[in-house]
């Protein structure tokens, strides 16, 4: 009821219906997820975009309750005004939201929060694939299987362990959201720059982060638009634990950022 776009009375499609100029107050949990959002946003040029929405709804992968709304790559600053101090946000511009790259990496770490609350410490959440493991399961630390892109019997192609810690996990790809137009594939991955699906080699992205399945979330979105060399010069930048799985001659290819490399939960 917060962030669906499917759901005509949710909060997100509250915003998404009125006209611009007008200030809207956030409840606390989209206000979160608002900043995560803007934050991701800053951080990829762009390239990470919630206002996408009428895109998404015109190549087919949408509620189609929102279509007749022209989307430009800009700044999201100009397309939204987020206000800090009393929790609104007003849209500038007649812009269509969809948070569906974000809201269940939130939903995943709300349902965490609240075990770690309630003084449970040994958990896996999954919501849609967004990941958040805690503790140990009762055969040892949780062992995470990340699909293989190229397997319809959906094979594991390698293995993340929480060792013991905290840590969010999310993955990207194309491989289970797409179809064809007019012989043309078209993904469930939007790049904003062209607002047609991505255009690159990239088969799986696989973001991890040691506090926050949001963020986790929202990055492997914007890793599995880019290109692979935007990619490597960002991951390693921002020190974002990143694996992508690409396709290189017909054959899988593997990049691992710096932080990657360096960590142990494999």
Do not use: C
């Amino acid at each position: 009821m917060i962030a669906s776009n499917y759901k005509p009375s949710s909060e997100v499609n509250k915003l998404n219906s009125l006209d611009i100029n007008q200030e809207f107050f956030l409840s606390d949990d989209l206000y979160e997820i608002f900043k995560t959002a803007f934050e991701v946003s800053n951080n990829t040029s762009g390239i990470y975009d919630i206002t996408i929405g009428s895109v998404v709804n015109n190549l087919g992968f949408g509620p189609n309750l929102f279509i007749d709304k022209e989307y430009v790559f800009e700044p999201y600053t100009l397309k939204l005004s987020l206000n800090d101090k009393n929790k609104s946000i007003t849209k500038l511009k007649d812009t269509t939201i969809d948070l569906s790259s974000i809201a269940k990496g939130y939903a995943v770490d709300a349902v965490s929060n609240y075990l770690l609350s309630k003084n449970f410490n040994n958990y896996l959440v999954d919501i849609g694939g967004e990941i958040a493991a805690n503790g140990t399961s009762k055969q040892g630390n949780w062992i995470i299987g990340i699909q293989d892109p190229q397997s319809i019997q959906q094979k594991v192609y390698f293995t993340i362990s929480n060792s013991d810690k905290f840590i969010a996990v999310a993955t990207s790809g194309d491989y289970l959201n797409y179809k064809y137009i007019e012989d043309k594939l078209v993904t469930h991955s939007i790049d904003p720059r062209i607002k047609e699906s991505k255009i690159n080699n990239v088969l799986s992205v696989t973001v991890i982060d040691e506090f926050s399945t949001t963020k986790a979330d929202a990055y492997a979105t914007a890793f599995n638009v880019m290109s692979l060399e935007e990619s490597i010069e960002l991951s390693d930048s921002l020190d974002i634990k990143l694996k992508i799985l690409y396709l290189n001659n017909g054959k899988i290819d593997i990049f691992e950022s710096k932080s990657w490399q360096n960590m142990t939960y494999e």
